[in-house]
């Protein structure tokens, strides 16, 4: 408890934007829902053929993980991308259902005596739902907004994995650096968010049901009121000079690139930034520079031949590289010089087990396969210079077929013997701190990795101080700079910005 109220005094600031931003798309996907959930519960109680399609969709989407959706919503034109947009839309759709639910309900519960008296005034059908309906049926409607804001405290936190911020960036980070207190810093508050919106809410809702038909505020105005939060935010969350943006994958060096590149543009260009860290696998990455929705990122030169460009494999270093350059080229995107390092595919035992049995060359595996057990990465798992092509290479057949894992938490898997053989990255800094062996590819299975700066082309363009400030990096972070700097984050728990900048002072 003492580190996690360290953490959080020595990161106010960086807390209080981000459950700024969670609180701000909680608030303006709630509003959005609001405004067009009840027209569409209004039309379902009274026109249930019009409205029970709409209400069927909703439900619908509802049942979609939230992952698969962000994912399926990321290629589209207008709303797809990394960022807030992204995840606005996804939030909405998630709130639309309680909303069109409870305020079709709440409208069909009240007595056809008090509509009755309504007529019987002379009240037009407007005037009857503007001053009989949804007064009485706003306790109702209230619930469902509970329900939805609810929900979409807890869904924010996922949408960190777009760069869509909030809380869910300490989780996502925790997660990567496989730190509880990092976790926790993230999950707390978001957990408390959810109780005072859930029992705020509550008590609204109870005190509207007590004073039913008298005094409250109208749904007309709770509308509008969430229609003025919605264009505030707007407003205020709208970019006011253009940031290079920089996106990583979500694993502990990628975040450590990701804030080299960040800190290289500021401190020698000048330039402000955005950071989008933690976006998720390669393909995210790639989708997000591919559209400008960041300018930058780091990608390894195998993984970009083999993975995102669908090429054979090739051993040589520069032929990779000149390859790479040029498919990069011919997609509207730019390749700087590589940073001076490369990242191989590390296939990782625990070091009792390799000295037992005297395990060094991946070619010896085989014979301990059969009795072995076996956990990889997602990616790893499905990429063209992954485990299929390894395991017919090494002849390897595992005692079950392998795990599929997220890539930050197999380190701590074989260290504490849930399987026994994983696949990692060679310059990770829990390899030394957890006592595991790299063994040898000794048939050079792996492609080279290296690791290359790619910018979007007409940010290049437009700013070409970007280049020269990341070519002063070129050739300058050594596998063993890589190698330290992820173990002090890593085994250290240093901050990362903390770490990039001290190396950075050493150039």
Known sequence: ???????????????????????????????????????????????????????????????????????????????????????????????????????????RSIDPAILEAADAMGMTAGQRLRQVELPLALPSIVAGIRVSAVVGVGTVTIAA???????????????????????????????????????????????????RGGGSLSPVTVTALALVCLVGVVIAAWPRTERIVVGSKNFTEQVILGELMAQAIERYAGLPVDRRLNLGGTFICDQAIRTGDIDLYVEYSG???????????????????????????????????????????????????????????LSQLATHAPGWRAAFGYEFLDRPDGYAGLATVYGLRFLEAPRAMDLSLVYRAVAEGQVDVVAGDATAGLIEALSLTMLEDDRRYFPPYDAVPVVHAPTLLRHPEIGAAVARLGGRVSAEAMRRMNYAVDAERQNPAEVVAAFLDTL
């Open 303 to 361: 993984t970009a031949l083999t993975a995102v460009f669908n090429r054979p494999v090739q051993r040589d270093s520069a032929t990779v590289l000149e390859e790479v350059r040029r498919l990069y080229a011919d997609s509207g995107r730019s390749t700087l010089e590589p940073l001076g390092f490369s990242n191989t595919f590390a296939i990782l035992v625990r070091s009792v087990d390799a000295e037992a049995r005297g395990l060094t060359r």
């Open 1 to 107: 408890m003492t580190s996690l109220v360290e953490f959080w005094s020595t990161h106010a600031a960086e807390l209080w934007t981000l459950f700024g931003q969670h609180v701000a798309l909680v608030l303006v996907s709630t509003a959005v829902a609001v405004a067009c959930g009840m027209p569409v519960g209004i039309v379902a109680a009274r026109r249930p053929r019009v409205g029970t399609p709409f209400a069927a969709a909703a439900s619908i989407i509802q049942t979609v993980p939230s992952l698969a959706l962000f994912g399926f919503l990321l290629p589209l034109p207008l709303v797809g991308g990394i960022g807030a947009r992204t995840a606005l839309v996804a939030l909405i759709l998630y709130a639309l259902l309680p909303v069109i639910r409870t305020t079709a309900a709440g409208l």
């Open 161 to 211: 994995a777009i760069g869509a911020g909030g809380l869910g960036e300490y989780i996502y980070r925790g997660l990567s650096m496989v730190d509880a207190t990092v976790i926790l810093a993230g999950a707390i508050p978001a957990a408390a968010l959810a109780i005072v919106v859930d029992g705020g809410l509550l008590i609204v809702e109870r005190a509207l049901t007590r004073r």
